[in-house]
């Protein structure tokens, strides 16, 4: 009998412990679609191209491109892309109406628990956050990738 109601309490225990189990999808580093341009026209953004490049091929190994526009979102621009950007890859940005060429490099990843699953973690709660890369060269921060003017 003690053992039934050892059990019984156990089951209770977990059960409980399980329903605090957030389950919230969490989007980060591997769903990067956007590229979010600051301080330019939208004829600076009609037309762009991303070209893919394999990761320090100094921009020599085209992997893939694809051709989009911006359309204005608030104070800055959004260019959606085609495909996920692959944060294990380099890029270049070419604005046609402009000729600027910008570079996207070294983006830093961490891995961060998605879910609040007390006591436990599964390892599919686990999603990769962009907390940095750069812009031709220069160090930039956050989780969205953004190119200022």
């Known amino acids: 009998m003690k053992n039934?109601?050892?059990t019984v309490l156990a089951a209770v225990l977990l059960l409980g412990l399980n329903s605090c189990c957030t389950k919230k999808g969490c989007s980060g580093a591997d769903d990067i679609y956007e590229i979010?341009?600051?301080?330019?026209?939208q004829t600076d953004l009609d037309t762009i191209t991303i070209i893919s490049y394999s990761k320090n091929s100094n921009f020599n190994t085209t992997i893939d491109s694809s051709v989009t526009q911006a359309t204005l979102t608030g104070d800055y621009f959004s260019a959606y892309t085609n495909n996920k950007l692959n944060t294990d890859i380099d890029y270049k940005i070419k604005l046609f109406s402009t000729g600027q060429v910008f570079t996207l490099t070294?983006?830093?990843i961490e891995k961060e628990g998605c879910n609040s699953c007390f006591p436990f973690r599964p390892e599919s709660d686990f999603y990769n956050t962009l907390n940095g890369y750069n812009v031709n060269g220069q160090k930039q921060s956050g989780s969205q990738i953004k190119i200022y003017k």
């Open 4 to 6: 039934i109601t050892l």
């Open 36 to 41: 979010n341009f600051y301080n330019f026209s």
């Open 106 to 108: 070294d983006f830093e």
